[in-house]
């Protein structure tokens, strides 16, 4: 019984690397036909149309085509007269919406791009230019959802007015960059919150003993590593790390405590999260709403311009990426 279980080990290790090699195969394959046509830039789309012909095709259905051609004969009249305004006056000029996208992942890859896309904004932005952000994360690395904050904070900094939409999630380091905006909206439903700090790691220490397995790890300075996968764990390590863990949820309350000062931070500030209605009762969030509903308002009084920037990627950094997608589902 022994002698089948250990040649059914080898078998699936065997499968597992013919599927690896396979898989990274296709890859480099794609990657290579895809060479040249993936390049790094800004793409920018005036979306009022957009929001319009969604209106418009509800508005046939509802309302009937006749009735319905009468509507956009009626705007398309108001939008000439506006336009003949605006050219007899600068200042008449309609304010813009800029609107971003950012989906977080573990190390928050995204900010690259958001970095070159504010960059744009700023380079153009005025007076009366605002931004929306459409947030969509979970959370991840402190430094890098940091930095995320950081290239928002640039906005705030220069007076251009910025809102978060969060349609799904924003917590952890997601809530982070959240606290960036000028004014917070979330669905009722959305996930908001969990302000707290953590690190969790597998030790393999005992295994690697009962297998006759030496670990060796030489260091210099005390705390050069605290705690280790292979290595035997300490206490002296072990408070180090949670003393870390404070100091980085203490610089994260801080945060939070000078971008939204409403906020009870004895009252949120334990790891917990809520969804947006009660979000809203805890001053987390300005407003109940989604970012559909903030589109189509703005889009009566302001031209809304969608702003991507594109970043080539590297095959090897897909495939960590895809990796993390599945270890953190």
């Known amino acids: ?29 794609v990657s290579v036909a895809k060479k040249g046509q993936d390049q790094d830039g800004l793409s920018i789309e005036h979306i009022n149309k957009t929001v319009e012909n ?11 085509r006749k009735d319905s051609r009468k509507l956009v004969k009626q705007r398309h009249k108001a939008e000439q007269q506006e336009r003949k305004q605006n050219k007899l006056s600068a200042a008449a000029k309609q304010p813009r919406v800029f609107v971003l996208d950012f989906k977080g992942d573990i190390r928050a890859t995204a900010t690259a791009s958001l970095r070159e896309e504010i960059s744009a904004i700023i380079a153009v932005a005025q007076k009366g230019d605002e931004v929306l952000l459409r947030l969509e994360n979970a959370g991840g690395a402190v430094h890098e959802h940091g930095l995320a904050a950081s290239q928002l904070l640039r906005l705030r900094s220069r007076g251009i007015g910025l809102t978060i939409a969060i349609d799904k999630v924003a917590a952890s380091g997601g809530y982070l960059m959240a606290c960036a905006a000028d004014r917070i909206i979330a ?17 393999f220490h005992r295994l ?4 006759g397995i030496d670990f060796e790890l030489i260091t210099a300075g005390r705390y050069k ?3 280790t996968l292979f290595g ?31 906020v009870d931070l004895d009252q949120v500030a334990t790891g917990e999260h809520w969804y947006g209605s009660r979000a809203l009762e805890l001053n987390l969030i300005d407003e109940i709403g989604t970012s559909d509903d903030f589109l189509l308002k703005a889009a009566e009084s302001a ?9 080539h990627r590297k095959v090897l950094e897909r495939m960590l990426q895809s990796a993390e997608g599945l270890l953190y589902r």
């Open 303 to 311: 031209d809304l311009y969608k702003l991507s920037y594109k970043r």
């Open 208 to 211: 690697l003993g009962d297998k």
């Open 54 to 64: 969604r209106t418009d095709a509800v508005q046939r259905t509802i309302l009937g």
């Open 232 to 262: 035997e764990n300490t206490d002296e390590g072990r408070e180090k790390m949670k003393e870390e863990l404070t100091e980085v949820h203490e610089l994260f309350q801080q945060q939070i405590k000078e971008l939204r000062p409403a």
């Open 187 to 203: 669905a009722p439903f959305a996930i908001i919150g969990s302000i707290g700090v953590l690190v969790q790691l597998p030790n």
């Open 225 to 227: 590593r605290t705690l």
């Open 1 to 29: 019984m022994g002698s089948f279980f250990a040649e059914y080990g080898l078998f699936l290790l065997e499968f597992l690397t013919i599927a690896v090699i396979v898989v990274f195969g296709v890859l480099l394959i």
